[in-house]
Nanobody
């Protein structure tokens, strides 16, 4: 069993900052790409940022320059530092990871989601 557990989100004022973390646990041989997605009410889930196991990153245009994704491979964790938050960043944020098991089979896993609300 593999679990992805996100930290609590929260309510923050526009212009503020918030850091999300996600811990992967269970039968893990290695982790390839880790990512953060978000889903706002009435909208489709969208990619926010992703990071490979070598540290290469890419971001949605809407968050470039404001959000930073990072990971700690030793701890099987991924982080999302969010700055200059806008009301349109309000969404449920999901952690996602491509996890390789001991049979060297890769599976894609999702966290349960955490609510981030940005007030104007």
């Amino acid at each position: 069993q593999v679990q992805l557990v996100e930290s609590a989100g929260g309510l923050v004022q526009a212009g503020g900052s918030l850091r999300l973390s996600c811990a992967a646990s269970g039968r893990i041989f290695s982790i390839n790409t880790m990512a953060w997605y978000r889903q706002a009410p009435g909208k489709q889930r969208e990619l926010v940022a992703r990071i490979t196991n070598s540290g290469s990153t890419n971001y949605a245009d809407s968050v470039k320059g404001r959000f930073t994704i990072s990971r700690d491979n030793a701890k099987n964790m991924v982080y999302l530092q969010m700055s200059s938050l806008k009301p349109e960043d309000t969404a449920v944020y999901y952690c996602n990871a491509d996890i390789v098991d001991r049979f060297l089979t890769e599976y894609n896993h999702w966290g349960q989601g955490t609510q981030v609300t940005v007030s104007s």
